[in-house]
């Protein structure tokens, strides 16, 4: 049904090479199942959604049991126009490890999710699901885009940059990454920079720890080569600015950051873990008097909002890119707020063809490179 | 001078297999140079660590230009009988790297320092000078301890346990870590954390992406077979917990807490960066109104308290561990009370010979892990 109706949207004015009906609408595809609330929070997001002004050109596909969703699709009569329910069974449920959910989740919301966007039906995916099945299954689903070498899961970090955010990447797709893997993460997170935080030419900067030149591991100065000669091309559309250490990720020092899989992981946890601790010393020192409750009442909302920056899966979600098709990964605990905003960044991220854009960056920074250099 | 005096210090109760007069006391040997505020603040901090009733036992051996640090120390009536300064006019400063330091800076403070412990003069040393070098020189000076692989920089970690600290390692005197190279860190981190946290049995984690066994780097995997293996013994004097992941370095899920140089170092800076964000973040949100900033004046103390808790090199330094003696390393910026505080743990660990429980400890579990098991 919403295939029909999607010729009443907006027109998109960028939408070359377009294979489908996306020429009148969005389409996204989104996974009804997996959240930590059930498929009210996801129904309830999509609403949320539709009220922005820029939705207007939105579609969804929604995968998931017929019994369940259609009860909450009627009382939304808001989406009965935008929403086609795709109803299936199976669900991959958040205790699932990512191999036995793809033996055995062939049939699942998740998959059929991801489905959608293999065959072009959909721009973007949007799950709460289990982050390592969807991962996995993604990878299977959509493969590796021409040209890159690992996928990555890049992430909005707060900092002080005007956005608000820097883009972070990998935050644990892989373990580890060799010199071309973070040189293809750098390409696809300042792709994602320019799209989501409004820079016209990313600053990119590796990971490391040490600003000197002469230290941390040998796949980062590497890296650092390649990033320094891409840079200098005028076509790069971003600029390298060296090594930061860990405490200037939420710096205004650069838009993306670059890193391996681990390293990533473990620095947003323990800046989750940090904000918890600071939080929790703040309430301790607070209640030490009665001038301390009265203060602890002022800074708990600046706290609590902070809290829900940090963790960028709570707020945007976290986004697998180097895939044919992008992925976001909203967290499981979001409601329909956190839905409402993973599912604005996917509308961007379909409607700007990011997944293209990736495509088309590294196929130029690589034909280049290849170009014998006349240099000493 | 203070070879002669010391005899009159307190007696220690454990000081079998001690070689020379710190019988009578614990001599720790001290670079006066190096640090952002020069000698003054170290001069200061031996005054202030003096006043501690435990610190009736203790002489220092001041390495510095004589110049400079006798005028300081005339000032200074209560050092006169517990300082003895060794005068030498080079220095290692912040700028230098540390290949450069090795091959110039043998007549240095920092080296003489090292020199003193090498040497069996003093317990151990303290030095607020650059990190790399001091490493370098550590290294070549005293050499890794028996048994030991990899020698690694430990530090205090603000936690929600009972002593308000973790221990973590490494921070950063290495780039990787191969399995036995983390299970030295444990034994390691685990002697540390008995000496300094007051646990009987310290909790050894491990550092990774994923809760689950299944996660992680194989290395990591391998590290964790080995630890519980370890731990099974009754000689082992640790447990071990299993996994953590970056949000519960701070928690009270363990003591000690294992990870490669790359990463603990990653994590300690981006937990500062962090600290700073949020900082910065109430500032902000406390300035938007008068009764904002009326609550920024309750929130300053605690925050302020934080940020100081959260740099571990700031109040207590991070130490050098796997060497044949221990060097505890000051923050650069460390004023008096900082100072005194790094020497404060230089004497603990000096007074408990650290190092040679470290080489024991090593040496039992080495030999019980030779030893033929009759298990399945």
Known sequence: MARDEAASGSQEADNAGNEQDAQEAVVLSIDAMGGDLGPTAVVDGLAEALKQPAAADLRFLLHGPEAALRPLLVKRPTLSTRVELRDCEATVAMGDRPT?????GRESSMWRCLDSVASGEAAAAVSLGNTGALMAMSMVRLRLAPGIGRSAIAAHWPSQNPAGFNVVLDMGADIRAEARNLFDYALMGAEYARLTLDVEKPRVA????????????????????RLKDAADQDAAGFSYVGFIEGDKIA????DVIVTDGFTGNVALKT??????????FLRQAFQDSWRGRIAALFAYGPLRAFKLRIDPRRVNGGVFL???????????????????????????????R?????????????????DPQIES
């Open 100 to 104: 036995d959910a793809l033996r055995r």
């Open 206 to 225: 590796l990971l490391n720890i040490g600003a000197e030149d002469a230290k941390g591991r040998p796949e980062i100065a590497e890296a650092a080569d």
């Open 251 to 254: 710096s205004s020092a650069a």
């Open 271 to 280: 800046a989750e873990g940090t904000a918890r601790l600071i939080g929790g």
């Open 322 to 352: 180097g895939l044919n098709g992008v992925v976001v990964k909203s967290h499981g605990a979001a409601d329909g707020v956190g839905v409402a905003s993973a599912v604005a960044l996917a509308a961007r991220l379909g409607r700007e």
């Open 354 to 370: 990011i997944a293209d854009r990736i495509v088309r960056q590294v196929a130029k920074l690589a034909s280049d490179q290849d």
